[in-house]
């Protein structure tokens, strides 16, 4: 099984809940694996801290994925 960090707390991870890729128009992607511990922290700080800017379609997706619906 492949070892990964999570892109928040990088801490070695060998299963992740989420994974972001971030693509340009030229094709150029950067890809992000965030562990279980941190995509709960990620979805609470941003419902609790408006400091905190996470467009609203990110904070849904990250409400699904801990939801269980995708």
């Known amino acids: 099984m492949d070892e990964f ?3 928040i707390c990088r801490r ?3 299963e992740w809940l989420m994974r972001f890729t ?3 128009r030229s094709g150029f992607a950067l890809e992000a694996r965030i562990c279980a ?3 709960v922290k990620l979805r609470l ?3 609790k801290l408006r400091d905190l800017q996470i467009d ?3 904070h849904e997706a990250v409400a ?3 939801r269980g619906k995708e």
């Open 64 to 66: 699904r994925v801990l």
């Open 22 to 24: 971030i693509e340009d």
């Open 12 to 14: 070695p991870i060998t």
């Open 37 to 39: 511990n941190c995509s």
């Open 56 to 58: 609203p379609w990110v």
């Open 45 to 47: 700080a941003s419902e």
């Open 5 to 7: 960090q999570c892109e």
